[in-house]
Nanobody, 123 residues
C-alpha cells in the first residue's frame, strides 16, 4: 500500500508560479512511476505529467509542456510539480498518482491516488 498526500495548492494570479509537493509513505522509494493529474468539475481527470522510477524519464501533456516540470527525490519519498506561467485554464484539483508501469499517462494505469489539492489561477 502507498499513501500519497499533496500540498502546495492555492490561489495565484495568471502568469504566476506554484510548486506542488506529494509525500509518499508505505511501500515507496523507487518502486513506482509517479504522475500528476488534474480535474475540473464535470470533466474527466486528465494527465498532466509523469516521471519514471529513477527520475530519468519524464512526459508531459501538450497543454503544460514548457511550463511545468515534474521531479522526484526518492531519498525523501517526494514528488514535485513546478508550475510556471500559470493560466486560468490550469485551474483544477491536482492529484498525485503512483503506478507500476514505466510511466503513467492515463488514469487506468494508476494504482494509488492522493486526495488532491486545489489550484486556482485568477485572470
Amino acid at each position: 500500500q502507498v499513501q500519497l498526500v499533496e500540498s502546495g495548492g492555492g490561489l495565484v494570479q495568471s502568469g504566476g508560479s506554484l510548486r506542488l509537493s506529494c509525500a509518499a509513505s508505505g511501500r515507496t522509494g523507487s518502486s513506482y512511476a509517479m504522475g500528476w493529474f488534474r480535474q475540473v468539475p464535470g470533466k474527466e481527470r486528465e494527465f498532466v505529467a509523469t516521471i519514471s522510477r529513477s527520475g530519468s524519464t519524464t512526459n508531459y501533456a501538450d497543454s503544460v509542456k514548457g511550463r511545468f516540470t515534474v521531479s522526484r527525490d526518492n531519498a525523501k519519498n517526494m514528488v514535485y510539480l513546478q508550475m510556471n506561467s500559470l493560466k486560468a485554464e490550469d485551474t483544477a484539483v491536482y492529484f498525485c498518482a503512483a503506478g507500476a508501469r514505466f510511466l503513467i499517462r492515463v488514469a487506468i494505469e494508476v494504482d494509488y491516488w492522493g486526495q488532491g489539492t486545489q489550484v486556482t489561477v485568477s485572470s
